[in-house]
């Protein structure tokens, strides 16, 4: 059984695939070309944004949004201590400091109720991630936003497909992210990323900051990053993306089929009111988890634990001086944290492979 089934993906849309990635081939054009333009196109009507910008990784794309707020030293950015490191990790590459806000039990994501706790005079920005394919309460934190004058990017690099209240993910102000990592719920074949807003100057400023920060050949304005989304990347999300509907709606159903058959014995993703899910993780909470995880492997099942070490414990960040008692919901979901196997090409028979197995050793 496989975590995520991406060989059955390419299986069946092989054929699409390897043409447009030929016909980048037959180009020889493979940075910057037509592939990621009709991409960026694509995607920017799809989320609802004016602009969208292909980036060479979901972390890029997050460190676009902050260089092009101009977020460095002295700064601090409000953050989620239970997610990728990746998400504060470019908070501390800008020069700024990481401000850790504890996470709403339910969705684990994000407390807006305690972000204004945290907010002090060197708070710039607010990065709100939607952690396992669900948005952050994104109205809540907008509004937290525009009250004291600061900027708020999603990292929706989980949640790409994802709707609040008729809005998708990545849509929302200031600045979306999003990654195409072969895992996501969109993922290309190495790594990728999108960046989008529908404010003209923030996009002014990215279009040069992710080209090592030209906005004509060979005149530099300002220190960028090479963050370049290349040809043969977008042309496989474009082969993919006519499909993606389809997937968000099979992960639903998988997920439904979880929960249906498991919420009597563990804890099942929540989904908050207005929001759909994309399950970029199946992430069900048990305090017997290590035991559990152990007898799914005997049984030939894969697991992941999404994520083991909250970031306010990670070593990385050991320098801002929390203790693990300063966020009580990320390090109790730390504990307990445990993703089953979750794609659109999920078999029936494996689904019901692992909930059997689940049940089994709960005694269920």
């Excluded at 039990?105 to 907010?119: G, W």
């Amino acid at each position: 059984m496989k975590f995520i089934d991406l060989q059955s993906q390419f299986s069946a849309y092989e054929a699409e695939i390897r043409a447009g990635m030929d016909e980048v081939l037959r180009s020889s054009q493979f940075i910057l070309g037509p592939k990621g333009a009709e991409l960026e196109r694509t995607l920017a009507s799809y989320v609802g944004a004016r602009h969208a910008f292909g980036c060479s990784s979901g972390t890029d794309a997050l460190l676009l949004a902050l260089m092009a707020y101009g977020v460095g030293p002295g700064d601090a950015i409000l953050t989620t201590p239970f997610t990728f490191i990746a998400t504060a990790e470019v908070i501390a590459l800008t020069g700024a400091a990481p401000v850790f806000v504890d996470i709403d039990p339910h969705t684990y994501n994000i407390d807006p109720r305690k972000v204004e706790e945290a907010l002090t005079k060197k708070t710039r920005g607010i990065i709100a991630v939607s952690l396992y394919g669900q948005c952050a309460d994104l109205e809540a934190l907008a509004r937290i936003a525009a009250e004291y004058g600061l900027f708020l990017v999603e990292d929706g690099c989980q949640s790409f497909g994802a709707l609040r209240n008729g809005k998708r993910s990545c849509g929302f102000p200031h600045v979306g992210a999003t990654s195409f990592f072969p895992s996501k719920p969109l993922g290309c074949y190495g790594d990728g990323g999108m960046v989008f807003t529908s404010d003209d100057g923030v996009a002014d400023r990215i279009a040069g900051l992710r080209n090592h920060g030209q906005w004509e050949r060979y005149r530099h304005r300002s220190i960028g990053i090479n963050g370049r989304l290349d040809e043969l990347q977008a042309a496989v999300l474009l082969a993919k993306f006519p499909h993606f509907h389809g997937e968000v709606e099979r992960r639903a159903a998988v997920g439904a089929t979880y929960s249906g058959a498991l919420g009597d014995v563990v804890g099942v993703p929540v989904i908050a009111p207005g929001n759909t899910h994309v399950y970029a993780q199946y992430s069900i909470r048990t305090p017997r988890r290590d035991e559990l995880a152990a007898h799914l492997g005997e049984n030939g099942i894969p697991t992941a634990i999404h994520y083991p070490v909250p970031l306010h414990r990670q070593e990385a960040f050991s320098a801002l001086g929390y203790e693990e008692k300063d966020f009580p919901e990320a390090s109790s979901v730390s504990r307990e944290i445990l993703s089953l196997p979750m794609s659109a090409f999920l078999s029936r028979k494996d689904q019901d492979e692992v909930i059997r197995q689940i049940r089994r050793f709960f005694g269920g």
